[in-house]
């Protein structure tokens, strides 16, 4: 029996069956209500904006007849609940990071990022022209879910600490808020690693019982109130180059669609793929300026740090390449990121450099 068939059968179907019977009368009338769980809290900037985005795009595109109901996390179900939630039934899709899931399946870390992985423009180009969505479609299948990539924050911040990290030996005993297979390599280096939802992390800090956090950048940060706890902030990070968000829909649910529909549920995401990339980047260099008037100290990490962060790593990526699907996934990543890079370096990677020559 396949975790689909588990699910039907399962007590959680209870809840599934509840919610279908209420959900009848709109379907009835020809309209649609999809309940739609996050894994952010409302009003955390950017990430649930790139969730209502979606969410009210499918609504107008769809005239009305698809209503999203948005549900931020603690609202319906906690944010690491919503993965749950949608296979199960208890909701029909949910906006998130994938890498909250690797618990499910390792290979979601890479529709979110994976340490030493892609940039916002290498992961789109993967995952639209070089096999990534047809590979988040298949780990889809196995959890009765069809997913899209619907939000990317681009690179990711190195995040804030109380003190400065000046070789590997100063993460160990730290307590450090980092998800995904970056959280993974980091607790190599020593560091007690947590995993909180972005809407419990401010207080976590404030409270001590966290050193150190990632967030995203310098606008969701700064939103955040980091810079009222600590004021060392390390601006680029190895864990997360170009953070892809994801949408994704329960499969029984999708399919019972029609095709037009489906289809505004794709387009809705790719749209919003793009549309929060350059909100994040329109913002983060303002956000940034503001916060350095403000007293904050930009650090970068020493050359030790990174050669520790790439060897905690690569560990990391290839003690799970036993399993099949994630050896795929990421053997396919890999080869469109080289590839990807070989040209971006070469034509927008010199131009840049030209640019910042000639202008000053």
């Known amino acids: 029996m396949d975790r689909r068939s588990f699910l039907r059968t399962s007590a ?3 809840a599934a069956a509840a919610s279908t019977a209420l959900a009848a ?3 009835a009338q020809g309209n649609r209500t999809l309940t739609m769980v996050t894994t952010w ?5 950017g990430v649930h904006d790139s969730a209502q985005r979606v969410a009210d795009s499918i609504t107008a595109m769809s005239d009305g007849a698809l209503t999203v109901d948005l549900r931020a996390a603690g609202e319906l179900v906690g944010a690491f609940e919503v993965f749950d939630a949608v296979t199960s039934g208890q909701a029909d899709m ?3 990071a994938d890498y909250y899931f690797v618990s499910q399946h390792p290979g979601y870390a890479f529709f979110t990022a994976v340490p030493f992985g892609m940039t916002a423009q290498e992961l789109a180009n993967w995952y639209y022209h070089q096999g990534g969505m047809e590979l988040h479609d298949e780990l889809g299948q196995i959890f009765g879910l069809k997913s899209f990539l619907g939000g990317n924050t681009g690179a990711q911040s190195g995040g804030w600490y109380r003190n400065e990290i000046n070789s590997p030996e100063d993460f160990q005993g730290l307590r450090f808020r980092m998800p995904g297979l970056g959280g993974q390599a980091l607790g190599r280096l020593g ?4 995993n909180l939802p972005g809407g419990e992390v401010y207080q976590a800090l404030a409270s001590g019982a966290i050193d150190g956090t990632e967030w995203i950048g310098p606008w969701a940060d700064q939103s955040a109130g980091f810079q009222e706890i600590t004021n060392i902030y390390y601006t680029a ?3 997360e180059p170009g953070a892809g968000l994801s949408v994704a829909t329960n499969r029984d649910v999708f399919e019972s669609l029609s095709p037009a529909h489906q289809k505004i549920i794709e387009i809705a995401s790719a749209e919003c793929h793009q549309w ?8 983060n260099s303002n956000a940034l300026a503001q916060l350095v008037a403000g007293g904050v100290q930009v650090r970068t990490f020493p050359d030790s740090v990174w050669d520790a962060f790439g060897a905690a790593s690569q560990e990391v990526l290839d003690e799970n390449m036993g399993d099949e699907l994630f050896a795929r996934i990421r053997e396919s990543a890999m080869a469109s990121m080289r590839t990807s890079s070989g ?6 990677g010199t131009y840049r450099a030209q640019r910042d020559r000639v202008l000053g």
């Open 191 to 194: 560091a007690s690693v947590q």
């Open 237 to 239: 990070g190895f864990h």
């Open 12 to 14: 959680v179907g209870g």
């Open 25 to 27: 009368p709109a379907y």
């Open 343 to 348: 040209w971006i370096q070469a034509s927008e």
């Open 94 to 96: 949910y906006h998130g």
């Open 41 to 45: 809290g409302r009003g955390l900037a």
């Open 276 to 283: 929060n990339l350059s909100q994040f980047l329109a913002n």
